[in-house]
């Protein structure tokens, strides 16, 4: 698999999205104090590649939070003011791209085993994004 057209959205359907997408890189799941409270699950593509196709800002809550051991945020999160469904990120990723974490549960027509076999889990809540925590369980 390579780039693929997707589409998605929040639950109410006020905000809807397309990206493309190479879901073959895999997804990530954090531990982060605030990614384990929402129980993330990303896919990253760069920001260009990623419009909306209803609905947009002003349809959202955007939240920013700065981990303790960061001097900035690190992503804006997108969250629906409507149903409050967190559709997206955006922010600088670590090549210093802008970059675009899509809420991998707001994909539409994704096979959900292909999803599953390329999960990487991460160690963010102690700032270890390149290993995995020692427990996954919790995530």
């Known amino acids: 698999m390579a780039v693929q ?3 998605g959205g929040c639950h109410c ?6 990206v ?9 799941r954090c531990n982060c104090s605030l990614c384990s409270k929402a129980r993330a699950w990303f896919a990253f593509a760069p920001f260009e590649t ?6 947009g800002e002003a349809d959202q809550i ?3 939070w700065t981990p303790a051991n960061r001097e900035k945020p690190n992503l804006t999160y997108h969250i629906c003011s409507t149903c409050g469904i967190r559709t997206h990120a955006d922010g600088i ?18 096979d ?6 390329k999960i990487r889990y991460v160690d963010g809540r102690h ?13």
């Open 127 to 139: 700032d270890h994004f390149d290993r995995e925590p020692d427990h996954i369980d919790a995530l």
């Open 50 to 55: 990623f419009r909306y196709t209803a609905g």
């Open 112 to 117: 959900p085993e292909l999803l599953a076999a």
């Open 5 to 7: 057209h997707y589409e």
């Open 93 to 110: 990723g670590p090549d210093g791209k802008r970059t675009v974490a899509i809420n991998v549960p707001t994909l539409e027509g994704v």
């Open 20 to 28: 493309d997408i190479d879901l073959d890189k895999g997804t990530l």
């Open 62 to 64: 955007q939240y920013r």
């Open 13 to 18: 359907g006020a905000v809807r999205y397309e």
